[in-house]
């Protein structure tokens, strides 16, 4: 872990313990509160410019931010082009697996929020009611629902394209 | 498990079998757990339940259920059933401080189908942020769509469901032998403070349930912070509140470690909720504007796909409660117009943000704080009603549905994004449905009181009591409001870190008894250390699965003993 956002971590742990003591005696030590937030304050600031300084790093080298989030949209994506007109069956079993590479991508999105809640918000947004669709696809193929999977499918399908486009206008 | 054939014309969602089943089903467990709650003190959601009676009679009698129809039918049955904790927290109450007399059967209904609206309205802008952008896990509406999905899911999914299911439920079974007049083999918790021989001011007991060790399965890493801040409270300001001399001197031995929570951390606890919540609400304000101009232009998608509720249904429903708030308040408060509305106000300002605070700590843990909120809820009330009583309760009622209705719905949506539902139609089927659970719930208590009483030896209501206790303490002015205070500073603060929830996740460690904190810990400790050793993957295909069947299994033997007893066969 970054030194910043470690010593962040720290402080802002220290603060809280400090915090919880003096603010549990009856009646609370208000003191002791206000010396624990200053500390809570200065850790609060170091984990949070660890934390960007993080993202940012990992969008350099490739292993996180915007160039790995590209990658698991790409391959979700062509996941599916390969499915549009395949048998049920196996629309259901690779659809699974999409699922699940979706929820990865998530996951590794959140350190996004850093950039903007705005930004992340609106990919989110959009990204969710892709994978909204896709999941709905899922049930209906896995119901005998055909047509309404296809459909559904196909809405999925665009709402990644749409959120990779907008992956790829961060300028993370 | 996929089956073979294809079938034609429209995907079954909302179907007239999917409504009478869900109301049906729903209503039989409002009135089961309405009566079993107040002789237990507690009642029970009943998502996965409903979504195991649906297959059945959907796919089993019908043979044409399909998975988003079966989430209608458990969306409907939970939202039936979920008011009954308002209800009964509440309105007995009144019953046992011979108050009910006061106010007509109309107003309990008004006052209760009020906060039931609320409660549904204010979650329609949350549900974009609270799933489809913070991403909260919801573990009840995981394990749920785990259930929804098993006919799809392959055979070694169901399997690994049904394991779970069987192991919870047999477990459940065996620790409620002495009830059955049989020898305790299993108990409910193990006193491991006892086993290690610790001091006895060490609260270090775990109850030993399967339900609340598979919610830690399924929560993971967000729960670990849950698991850090009991052991903050239990193992760190317990022994330095006891060495720095800060008890009375007339608590000693056992006596600290419960002391130390009613006290010092439980209070604090609730601060922190509190402040974590309303830190997390500003930290999320461009995430809801960003939800709400979605939802308003959900509408101009070129592909026809409306999927939200329009923005307008948000705005009748608080003007419809608000209206039915300042009716009751006026009519029964006797209260001046502008206090009225004043009031009215307040309380729906005060319900959006318990909403909020409900569904957060749901999302992110599956613990319900409703409690803790009540108890701040009553303190407002009280304050703004002149320290009317029966106004007061009857207000609590219309809180205490809104909150569970809210974390209910949340987890219900979590659902149905997992399955693929519509969440304009799951919200549509709600809100034409929520307000038959507090008329069951009502008529339940009602029929209670004429039969048996309320409040003695047969029907003990403990939450009533422990409501009327917290009215009694605040109006002696024995109210820590300075542990609130300072915990909601403190929470404010955790909330800035930049970890999501995090003042909300650490007041909730201090709000719960170590008790469940330990098995739900143990649940996220579990499987952080599956997911770093196997891969997300293996989380999906296999924990999943048993973590949801562990909670359904304890669920429904819930259910059945709350049946059991209901019937006369058991007597708690």
């Not at chain 1, 009856?26 to 949070?48: E, H, K, N, T, Y």
């Not at chain 1, 005998?144 to 486009?165: I, N, Q």
Request: hydrophobic letters at 50%; proline letters at 4%; a neutral charge.
């Amino acid at each position: 872990m970054e030194m910043k956002k470690l010593v962040g971590n720290v402080l802002l742990t220290a603060g809280l313990i400090v915090g919880a003591i003096t603010a549990a005696r009856i009646p609370p030590m208000w003191s002791g509160v206000a010396v624990s937030l200053a500390i809570m304050g200065v850790g609060i600031f170091l984990r949070r410019q660890g934390e960007k300084e993080e993202l940012h790093r990992a969008a350099e080298s490739g292993t996180g931010g915007v160039k790995e989030l590209d990658a698991l949209l790409t391959d979700a994506i062509s996941r599916i082009e390969k499915i549009m007109d395949a048998p049920r069956e196996e629309v259901v079993g690779e659809l699974t697996k999409v699922l699940e590479e979706l929820e990865e991508f998530a996951e590794k999105a959140q350190p996004l929020r850093i950039e903007g809640l705005m930004t992340y918000g609106n990919i989110m947004s959009i990204f969710s009611r892709g994978e909204r669709a896709l999941n709905r696809a899922w049930s209906a193929f896995a119901d005998g629902y055909e047509e309404e999977g296809r459909k559904y499918l196909r809405y999925g399908y665009e709402d990644l394209k749409e959120t990779l486009s907008a992956v790829r206008a961060l300028k993370v | 498990m996929v089956e073979a054939g294809s079938r034609k014309g429209t995907y079954r969602e909302i179907t007239p079998a999917a409504i009478v089943l869900g109301v049906l089903w729903g209503a039989f467990m409002a009135a089961s757990f309405t009566y079993a709650g107040m002789i237990m003190g507690f009642t029970s959601g009943g998502s996965a339940i409903a979504a195991i009676v649906g297959w059945g009679v959907l796919r089993g009698i019908l043979k044409k259920g399909t998975i988003v129809e079966n989430n209608i039918v458990q969306t409907i049955a939970s939202a039936v059933n979920i008011s009954v904790s308002g209800v009964i927290f509440t309105i007995p109450a009144l019953y046992i401080m011979g108050l009910h007399k006061e106010i007509n059967m109309l107003y309990f209904f008004l006052a209760t189908a009020a906060g039931a609206i609320l409660g549904i309205t204010f979650i329609i802008p949350l549900r974009k942020q609270m799933i489809e952008i913070d991403r909260l896990r919801f573990p009840t509406g995981t394990a749920v769509a785990t259930v929804l999905k098993t006919p799809g899911s392959g055979i070694e999914k169901a399997r690994l469901l049904f394991i779970g299911m069987a192991v919870s439920a047999l477990i459940y079974l065996v620790q409620q032998f002495p009830v059955l007049g049989l020898p305790e083999i299993i108990p409910e918790y193990v006193d491991l403070g006892a086993v290690l021989h610790l001091p006895e001011w060490i609260d270090f007991s775990m109850a030993l349930s399967l339900m609340v060790f598979g919610m830690g399965l399924i929560t993971g890493r967000n729960g670990l912070i849950v698991l850090a801040g009991g052991i903050l409270s239990y193992y760190i300001i317990t022994p330095i509140v006891k060495a720095l001399g800060w008890l009375p001197s007339d608590v000693t031995g056992a006596a600290v470690s419960g002391f130390v929570y009613s006290n010092m951390t439980r209070p604090l606890g609730i601060g922190m909720l509190l402040g974590g919540s309303i830190a997390g609400l500003i930290l999320s304000m461009p995430v809801i504007v960003v939800a709400l101009r979605s939802i308003a232009s959900a509408s101009k998608l070129g592909t026809g796909r409306n999927e939200e509720l329009p923005i307008k249904y948000l705005y009748a429903g608080i003007a419809l409660a608000f209206a039915l708030l300042l009716i009751i308040t006026y009519q029964i408060g006797g209260l001046s117009l502008g206090r009225s509305l004043l009031t009215a106000l307040v309380g729906v300002a005060w319900i959006f943000v318990a909403s909020l605070l409900v569904a957060m700590a749901t999302g992110m843990t599956d613990w319900s704080p409703v409690s803790g909120l009540s108890l701040v809820s009553v303190m407002i009330l009280l304050y703004l009603t002149n320290k009317q009583v029966p106004l007061t309760i009857l207000l609590g009622a219309t809180v205490g549905v809104a909150i569970s209705g809210a974390a209910d719905m949340m987890q219900d949506l979590k659902t149905g994004h997992l399955v693929g539902g519509i969440p304009s139609r799951q919200q549509k089927v709600e809100l034409l449905t929520a307000w038959i659970g507090p008329i069951i719930a009502l008529t339940v208590v009602d029929l209670i009181w004429r039969a048996y009483g309320i409040g003695n030896e047969t029907v003990p209501a403990p939450q009533a009591m422990a409501l009327k206790s917290m009215v009694d303490a605040i109006l002696g002015g024995n109210v820590p409001v300075d542990k609130f205070l300072a915990g909601g500073i403190l929470g404010f603060a955790l909330s800035m870190s930049g970890i999501p929830g995090l003042g909300v996740l650490v007041g909730l460690s201090m709000y719960l008894p170590m008790l469940y904190i330990l098995p739900y810990g143990l649940g996220c400790v579990v499987h952080d250390v599956l997911k770093r050793k196997r891969g997300h993957e293996f989380i999906t295909e296999k924990v999943l699965p048993v973590a949801a069947g562990l909670m359904v299994g304890e669920a429904a033997m819930t259910l059945l003993f709350a049946v059991l007893t209901v019937m006369g066969v058991l007597h708690p």
